[in-house]
């Protein structure tokens, strides 16, 4: 929503929102209005109108007439052309006098000697001025037909070329969403699905999906991706084709099990493009342009406490992934000639590492009437909400998941060493917590990952632990925000106990990624349609353990 002086002087006299208000109370005052039809849309365009638009407007109509008269003073040469004996054409030759051209007939009531005249006019003025501006402008050149004759060729800009495509590194924010520092701050981000390097989405990246997604929800509401494209703006609809022919894709298009991406972040070819807007098939509900994705990655992966330190494997297809996990094979030193070599028993050296997929999955209901009254992108909105929300339910399982109905946390994990608090936060114990998981398992490589995790109170005691009994003040500093503890950070999970805390190598967690965010929509049955609402459903599918008890300490008898 584009702010005016003149919306925003609006809103003030008639919502009573105050002058020094922020642009959001604005929107959502104006957005209040315009749903309880206090605000006219016309009013609203009106309101919403600079005068940079106006005059762009005015250009284009501008240029569109001039183009038209050219045209038409071209046609008219041409007919009049036609008109005159063959003979005496070849007798003038090119040379003919204004007294002849005006015995000519008239065409569509202008005479030849008129439409010649303005002719030879635009050719002598045309080429220093007309010509060179236009050529500035990038909008087409005065060129000359096979007859010799010049007119003006207009291109109109395509709605692509309104937006910028400058991008830039996109970084690991200085902290989480919950304020604490991030451990990878200034870092590049990377999507560990495909091994791209991500980048800060450009004007041209989010204007195209906006235009998806309010194709996708026209879609359910027409139930024809060919009409809901014909229905939409001029610019959304030249956003989309834009995408079809020049934007990577990645989803599902076509027939099969839609669980099966066959787009994978490439362009689409001809036949994918049509199956996209065809009714008998699928349609491109399942599939959508890299850019539109982008704009959920982005929402999960730089605000997690745990989820950005494991170890993500995307896999294409499967319910239950089935690997194995080796133990350490030995040696011995004084080996001599003729004395047989022992043998290493395998007897447990090999044992099954099998993780079960998950679905994690959400649903709203949406009024039809509020998604086609307001002025915000609703869909992204509720889109970024969904990531955010699946982002904090995937840090708790990978803290504290039961294995059974999700994914298995590290507190369920067997194996790791159990260190008895005996219900107090002592330096002791907290190291007892440290030295649980050996130095051979803190490679160069995972050492970053190797964290200590609680809740928020947890991580209160550990750093109010005094200096001593006649002394107040802290162990372990006074710099509460760096949320570090004993040279490692310490992440806060509410899912957890006061009781449990947990010390983990979290690279040596095993994440499987079979699905990301996928968001459906649907308005058919009876009690949609009755209600004049759209369910939207979110869902997504992973597994996951840690690859080892040995990387892991833990403790459930801290204070309660």
């Known amino acids: ?101 005006e015995a000519a007939a008239d065409v569509d009531g202008k005479s030849a000697k008129t439409v010649t005249k303005s ?66 701050a200034g870092q590049r981000a990377v999507d560990k699905a495909t091994g791209r390097a991500l980048e800060t989405s450009s004007d041209l990246d989010q204007a195209i999906a906006g235009a998806w997604a309010k194709f996708s929800i026209r879609c359910t509401q027409i139930k024809s991706s060919r009409l809901a494209l014909e229905s ?42 049509k199956a996209l807007f065809d009714d008998a098939t699928s349609g491109g509900t399942e599939a959508a342009p890299i850019v539109f994705d982008d704009q959920v990655i982005s929402t999960p992966l730089l605000n997690g406490e745990l989820y950005p330190l494991v170890n993500v494997v995307p896999i294409p297809r499967g319910r239950r992934i089935e690997g194995v996990v080796t133990g350490t094979v030995t040696g011995s030193w004084g080996g001599v000639d003729a004395t047989a070599i022992s043998l290493f028993n395998t007897a447990s050296y090999v044992s099954a590492f099998d993780t079960t997929i998950f679905r994690w999955q959400g649903a709203i209901q949406v009024g039809l009437d509020f998604l086609s009254d307001t002025p915000i992108d609703f869909g992204q909105h509720i889109t970024s909400q969904y990531g955010e929300r699946l982002l904090e339910d995937l840090d708790d399982v990978i803290a504290d998941g039961n294995g059974t109905t999700q994914p298995e946390g590290v507190m369920q994990k067997t194996g790791a060493t159990s260190v008895n608090f005996a219900g107090a936060t002592s330096l002791g114990n907290y190291e007892s917590l440290r030295f649980g998981v050996a130095k051979n398992e803190h490679k160069a490589n995972l050492v970053r990952t190797a964290i200590f995790c609680g809740n928020e109170t947890s991580y209160q005691r550990a750093r109010a632990i005094p200096v001593g009994s006649s002394d107040a003040r802290r162990l372990g500093g006074m710099d509460y925000s760096s949320y570090r503890w004993m040279e490692r950070d310490y992440k806060i999970n509410e899912s957890l106990a006061n009781t449990e805390i947990f010390y983990a190598i979290m690279g040596r967690y095993r994440m499987y990624r079979r ?16 209600a004049n609402e759209m369910l939207l459903v979110a869902t997504a599918r992973y597994g996951g353990q840690m690859e080892r008890g040995a990387v892991i300490a833990r403790t459930t008898t801290a204070p309660a």
Not at 126 to 133: F, V
Request: with cysteine; aromatic share 4%.
């Open 1 to 101: 929503m584009k702010l005016t002086a003149k919306l925003k002087k609006w809103a003030v006299e008639n919502c009573s929102v105050k002058a020094t208000a922020s642009d959001d109370e604005f929107r959502k005052a104006i957005s209040d209005a315009i749903a309880d039809g206090s605000l006219e849309v016309d009013e609203f365009k009106s309101l919403s109108t600079t005068k940079s638009d106006e005059e762009a407007n005015s250009f284009q109509t501008l240029v569109k007439n001039f183009n038209d008269t050219v045209t038409e003073l071209k046609d008219a040469l041409k007919e009049d052309a036609k008109k005159k004996p063959a003979k005496e054409e070849e007798a003038e030759g090119a040379d003919s006098t204004e007294e002849e051209a």
């Open 515 to 530: 699905r990301g965010l996928t968001m459906r929509s649907s308005t058919e049955g009876d009690t949609l349609i009755r």
């Open 232 to 273: 939409m703006p001029q610019h959304d609809r030249e956003l989309i084709y834009f995408a079809l022919e020049k934007a990577k894709w990645g989803g599902h298009i076509g027939g099969g099990d839609i669980d099966d991406e066959n787009v994978k972040d490439r362009l689409l070819t001809p036949s994918e493009q």
């Open 119 to 184: 002719v030879k006019t635009i050719e002598k003025t045309a080429p220093s001025g007309l010509s060179k501006m236009i050529s500035r402008l990038g909008v087409g050149s005065l060129e000359a037909d096979e007859d010799g004759e010049k007119s003006v060729e207009v291109r109109v800009k395509e709605a692509a070329e309104s937006y910028s495509t400058t991008k830039s590194a996109l970084t690991f924010p200085e902290n989480t969403g919950k304020g604490r520092p991030h451990p990878f």
